[in-house]
């Protein structure tokens, strides 16, 4: 399932939503990844003629906060979470296992669109320990057995 | 909802929630926030389900709330009014909870809480532990209100606190309270919350602003989620009141995009406010404007820094800048801002409720209140945890938290995150608070504690937590941009064994610098974790750049498996338990022997490093490694039995070694392999040293000792008893012979004494540990009658009341010093102790022996506070108004051993340490004579077979070493076998599904045991110890596979 065109419709209706917000870039940014799941490069232009920027103050900020990506990614988007207590719990084997099964490193998104694995500095849920997100789910006190058995449901949901 | 246009209407509307109230409807409050990724969700339309298949709606009300605190047990629900909690609950126990519990109030012991020690149920909340210390303030309505409901907080007494600020106070003296309040900012740094609003309102300039920081990103905190899920009002009030005082018309929330939940909620709520007319203009009708909104982040850790997050909100690149000047002068757009953490604002309307003088009551002289911690990593009871400021670091971890989880070893907390610093185990008694973390070398930070035990590498977290600044370094100055990548260039350099040794100073320069140089506060503290690291974990520093070790047996290059690498001696475990699956037991112990020629004492008595280490045990429960090792090895004797072949001797130079205990005789053992001609001399007419003369049989059979002493003698090595050496025959002696090294080994045998008032010598039923110990064991007739008090709290002091208890003492009591969790006595020996009646009375000091004509009558004790004093070293403190006597007829001091050097004549040149013993290089063992060599208890002190196991094979290979002229360090690096056994064992995945607990060693009943010296513990049949063998994981093989 390939990303779809750039809706320019659907970009120029959230640009003029925020246009006249006061500090209304990161918004803006925020909503068009909300709706399409990433920010198309294409958009940088338009963003930055709207609110009165240069495009690489956009483009500076957009690479600057970890939250944007200017990529596609899939569609279950995977978050290992490697904060502190996840890591003294051992997230390093969970994430290398979740390598191995969705055969991606981390910022990376399968051929097909499905799965995106990224890791998170945190996700506050430190008393589940170790533990992943799945786009808005988050899954706790993970074992090898169970990563499998979360990830395979999503490869399940896929197939029917 | 109507807009309230007055004060009075605030509270009217109160009244009516209150009065709509149905009288006694059962609540059930369940946790919709943290607990919803264990599944509450599901839970709550179960039980929601059955409420109305039942027919009980009128009188239940199912409550989506925030957070209970006790996350551990997630999913947690509470029922009201009764006061119980359930834990772990499924979906499918709906249907009993409302049958049961919520029809006919009985109470299901399944879903409750377990004590840990008796396994009963606990039903009430205020009865379960973790509960009983805390005191939830700030978290009082988190996990009993909807937080998406607005009348539920003005019915818990919500924006009561925003009513009297508005109609009873002005500016100024909401300002005063908060001062007098001594609120400190929750944040981390601990600035003056009422000062800093001062700042604020005194600024020139309009309009003004004040933010909540709910940019969380410290890893390892989620106090500050948990408020915002499950209490957002209080955040919201005490925003009100805190724009109120300063004079702000506009304020931001700065949230975390990772917290939809809290997003969700605090939207939520400001729409509800908004209604309410809480927000906008003219609030309550008293004039008072303020709008507020939200701004999510975009994941940047370094947006919690103030003047960054200001940048962000502004929707710039979320960068630092330079202060002076501060946010209070020019902030937001230039104009004066106040930015305060959530927890602080949630903190404002108690205070303003309740008045400064109750607030300040509980807390420390510096700052009031209470804190909350987010309690996670290797702890029982992770979750929230609300305290007053000034409780101890060890009443949060183990009264609250529980302790350590499977048994292990605490190593240290981390405070503040990557801006904070670890605090280890002798300061656990330090009470909380901003500036006795801070002289620790950690920081409060926003309230994350984060647990390590014994499996933890400090190198490891601090490299983790550099790899962390360094990542979210926004890169502005160049100290933190640079320092923080060389730092972590540094660790990681250390980590994957290649550190040098001058890596250590670079690391405290480099930190000093990059502190002191960098713009903000994520450069000027990032160092943090490594020199905190540092200062208590140095040994740790040095052993992965000397000796390729890692306590925690984490760091990939030097470990092939944690519980090989965890062996003192270094067996290579994986192989000889495939062994044993495989029914190869002979081989078995050929392996084990490779490193240690124990194999049949290791198997009763080892402290089992390997067990703690081992994988499995993160699943389930570690594989039983030393039970299997003994199963082994009395087959191995059983069948076999101590006859072998002598090592021949090809080397010309001949060997000394001075005790013949396991470190001793290891040493020869391995020389004799090595080809050398080995003697041992032996002061007592037995072989085994400790082993020997001084560990009970109950514990360890004479006769397994005795067979293993006579295989390494038929190994070749040759051992000369009543040989001591002393004055009369010296090391010099030796040497003059034609010895051409000789390993000292002569074990710590002597007890120390207590120095206790009234401890005088040759009186009547006063004894010494380990004498007593060796003149039962040497069959000495030592039948006890009477009462008998042990004074220790360390493995002799175990042996020593059970060996008293087996030759006839009436009643046999332990007091020691330190208190339950410090005890150094091994677990299993406490435990088995006890239930053989002995009474262990910990947390008393010894005052003073009373004694009548030459007699024991009974001793004095003061109750012991504390161990170690603020430094961390051994120092007890007592306290002498709490104390008691207790009647004794034996008094036995077991206070621990210290080497006998009396044997060493006077004028010798051998170099001595501080504390008696001599004074060898840790590495090879050599003394400051050429050819000489010590090692075992008799320089470490005492501590465990297995470690002096480990001594005596360094010795070996450092004689071998010296003898060939070749000055290189040591290493011992872990090795696989050359007899590879490769299996599947558990590693396959069918096996793994299948749940295959540890198999449980059986004992002989306590009853019966007493009456005599027999074993306590039995072995596994061969059947179980194959199948026990399975369970391995064979992590040796995985790894192997990672490398290719």
């Known amino acids: 399932m390939k990303p779809k065109e750039t809706d320019w419709n659907q970009l120029f209706s959230i640009i003029e939503k925020h246009k006249h917000e006061k500090w209304g870039l990161i918004p803006l940014l925020q909503d068009i990844q909300e709706s399409f799941g990433y920010i198309p490069p294409d958009s940088i232009e338009p963003v930055a003629q709207a609110l009165n920027m240069f495009p690489s103050q956009v483009q500076g900020v957009i690479t600057f906060y970890a939250g944007f990506t200017l990529k596609p990614r899939g569609k279950y988007v995977i978050r290992c979470c490697r904060g502190t207590a996840c890591h003294v719990k051992g997230s390093r084997s969970i994430l290398r296992l979740m390598k191995k099964e969705l055969g991606l490193e981390e910022g990376e998104t399968s051929e097909d669109y499905q799965f995106t694995l990224e890791t998170v500095a945190c996700l506050g849920a430190c008393f589940l320990a170790p533990t992943m997100m799945v786009n808005?789910?988050?899954?706790?006190?993970?074992?090898?057995t169970k990563?499998?058995?979360?990830?395979?449901?999503?490869?399940?949901?896929?197939k029917c | 909802m109507e807009k309230l246009s007055s004060v009075g209407q605030l509270e009217w509307l109160r009244n009516k929630i209150l009065a709509q109230r149905t009288e006694g409807k059962t609540e059930v409050h369940i946790c919709m926030t943290g607990c919803r990724a264990y599944g509450s969700s599901e839970v709550m339309a179960a039980i929601e389900e059955e409420v109305?298949?039942?027919?009980?709606?009128?009188?239940v009300e199912v409550r989506a709330t925030g957070c209970h605190g006790f996350c551990a047990k997630a999913p947690v629900i509470a029922i009201e009014p009764m006061g119980v909690q359930y834990q772990e609950v499924n979906p499918e126990d709906a249907a009993e909870i409302v049958s049961q519990t919520l029809r006919q109030n009985r109470l299901i012991d399944r879903l409750a809480y377990k004590d840990p020690s008796t396994h009963r149920p606990v039903f009430y909340r205020r009865e379960i532990p973790f509960y009983m210390k805390q005191e939830r303030r700030v978290l009082a309505n988190c996990g009993r209100i909807d937080p998406t409901k607005i009348e539920h907080y003005i019915a818990a007494g919500g924006?009561?606190?925003?009513?009297?600020?508005?109609?009873k106070m002005t500016p100024e003296q909401i300002t005063e309270e908060v001062i007098a309040a001594k609120l400190r900012g929750r944040g981390g740094a601990g600035f003056s919350t009422g000062l800093k609003w001062k700042f604020a309102r005194e600024a020139e300039g309009r309009p003004k602003y004040i933010i909540c920081n709910a940019d969380e990103g410290d890893p390892g905190a989620f106090m500050d989620r948990a408020v915002l899920e499950g209490d957002p009002h209080a955040v919201l009030e005490g925003m009100l009141i805190g724009a109120r005082a300063m004079g702000a018309e506009y304020g931001y929330i700065y949230v975390r995009e990772e917290y939809p939940i809290a997003v969700d909620h605090l939207t939520l709520a400001i729409e509800e406010m908004k209604e309410l007319g809480l927000l906008g203009e003219n609030i309550l009708g008293t004039g008072f404007n303020f709008h507020l909104s939200l701004k999510m982040g975009a994941g940047a850790f370094v947006c919690g820094e103030e003047t960054a997050l200001m940048a962000s909100i502004e929707g710039k690149r979320g960068m630092p800048s330079a202060r002076p000047p501060f946010p209070a002068q020019a902030g937001l757009d230039g104009k004066p801002t106040n930015i305060n953490n959530v927890e602080t604002w949630a903190n404002v309307p108690l205070i303003i409720k309740n008045g400064a003088p109750w607030y300040a009551?509980?807390?420390?002289?510096?700052?009031?209140?209470?804190?909350?911690?987010?309690?996670a990593g290797k702890v029982n009871n992770t979750g929230l945890v609300e305290v007053p400021l000034g409780v101890s670091v060890k009443e949060v971890i183990f009264d609250i938290g529980g302790g350590i989880p499977k048994g292990r070893k605490f190593k240290a907390v981390q405070m503040g995150g990557p801006s904070g610093g670890c605090i280890p185990e002798q300061f656990l008694n330090t009470p909380i608070d901003y500036d006795t973390i801070q002289r620790l070398g950690a920081i409060m930070g926003s309230g994350g504690m984060v647990v390590m035990d014994e499996n933890n590498c400090m190198v490891e977290i601090a490299r983790f937590f550099l790899s962390f600044t360094q990542s979210e370094s926004c890169g502005k100055c160049a100290p933190c941009r640079l320092g923080t990548t060389q730092l972590l260039e540094i660790l990681t350099r250390i980590t994957e064994g290649k550190g040098q040794e001058k890596d250590i100073e670079t690391i405290k320069d480099l930190g000093e610098t990059i502190t002191l140089t960098s713009l903000c506060g994520l450069g000027q503290t990032c160092a943090k974790p490594a020199l905190s690291t540092l200062r208590y974990f140095l040994k740790e520093y040095e052993d992965h750049i000397k000796e390729h070790r890692c306590a925690g047996a984490v760091c990939d290059s030097m470990v092939i498996s944690a519980c090989q690498h965890a062996c003192p001696a270094g067996i290579d475990v994986p192989n000889y338990v495939a062994a044993i699956a495989n029914g190869k037991y002979e081989k078995a112990v050929d392996i084990i022997r490779e490193r240690n020629p124990f194999p049949a004492v290791c198997g009763k008595i080892c402290i089992h490093p390997c067990e703690f280490k081992c994988r499995r045990g993160e699943l389930d429960e570690p594989v039983a490694i030393r039970s299997l090792k003994r199963f082994a090895a009395d087959w191995y004797f059983e069948n076999i039995g101590p006859e072998r072949a002598r090592f021949p001797v090809t080397k010309a130079e001949k060997i000394a070694v001075a005790g013949a205990g396991p470190a001793g005789l290891t040493c020869a053992y391995f020389l004799a392999k090595m080809g050398y001609k080995t003697v041992v001399f032996e002061a007592q007419p037995v072989a085994g040293g400790m082993l020997g003369i001084a560990v009970p049989e109950f514990r360890l059979p004479k006769e397994v000792v005795e067979q293993e002493v006579s295989y390494i003698e038929n190994c070749g090595v040759e051992i000369r008893y009543n040989s001591p050496i002393d004055a009369r025959h010296t090391v010099n002696d030796l040497l003059a012979e034609g010895y051409d090294a000789v390993f000292i080994a002569a074990g710590a045998q002597s007890s120390k004494h207590g120095g206790i008032e009234g401890e005088e010598q040759g009186l009547e039923g006063l004894y010494y540990g380990l004498e007593y110990l060796t003149?039962?064991?040497?069959?000495k007739d030592l039948r006890l009658r009477g009462k008998t008090v042990v004074i220790g709290g360390g493995n002799v002091a175990m042996d020593v009341a059970r060996a008293a208890m087996r030759v006839g003492a009436d009643g046999v009591q332990i007091f020691c010093l330190e208190d339950k969790t410090e005890m150094p006595a091994w677990e299993k020996d406490i435990n088995e102790a006890k239930e053989e009646g002995i009474v262990i009375n910990p947390s008393w000091g010894p005052k003073r022996i009373v004694h009548k004509n030459g007699k024991v009558m009974g001793i004095e004790f003061d109750e012991c506070v504390c161990v170690f004093d603020d430094d961390g070293c051994f120092n007890p403190t007592c306290n002498e108004s709490v104390s008691q006597f207790v009647e004794a007829d034996n008094i036995i001091i077991a206070i621990g051993q210290a080497p006998d050097t009396s044997f060493l004549s006077e004028d010798s040149q051998l170099e001595r340490a501080l504390w008696g013993t001599l004074v060898v290089d840790d590495n090879t063992l050599s003394t400051n004579i050429p050819g000489v060599f010590a090692g075992g208890d008799f320089t470490t002190g005492p501590t465990f077979v297995i470690r002096a196991i480990a001594s005596g094979r360094r010795a070996a290979l450092a004689i071998d070493k010296y003898l060939r002229g070749d000055e290189a360090r040591i290493e011992i690096k872990d090795e696989k076998t050359s007899f590879e056994e490769d299996t599947g064992l558990a590693l396959d995945e069918e096996t793994l599904t299948r749940e295959q607990p540890r198999f449980a060693i059986e004992f002989e009943e306590p009853e019966a045991r007493i009456k005599d010296f027999r074993e306590v513990e039995k072995g596994f049949t061969e059947k179980q110890a194959r199948q026990e063998a399975m369970r391995?994981?064979?992590?040796?093989?995985?790894?192997?596979?990672?490398?290719?």
Do not use: H, W
């Not at chain 1, 990563?147 to 896929?158: H, P």
């Open chain 2, 159 to 167: 924006y009561q606190a925003l009513v009297k600020a508005l109609s």
């Open chain 2, 1032 to 1044: 391995c994981l064979r992590c040796d093989l995985e790894k192997e596979r990672r490398t290719i």
């Open chain 2, 361 to 375: 009551e509980i807390g420390t002289e510096n700052s009031g209140g209470t804190k909350i911690f987010s309690l």
């Open chain 1, 147 to 158: 990563v499998n058995s979360v990830l395979s449901q999503y490869k399940k949901s896929e």
């Open chain 1, 136 to 144: 808005r789910d988050y899954f706790g006190k993970l074992s090898p």
């Open chain 2, 775 to 779: 003149d039962i064991r040497m069959g």
């Open chain 2, 52 to 59: 109305g298949k039942q027919g009980v709606s009128k009188q």
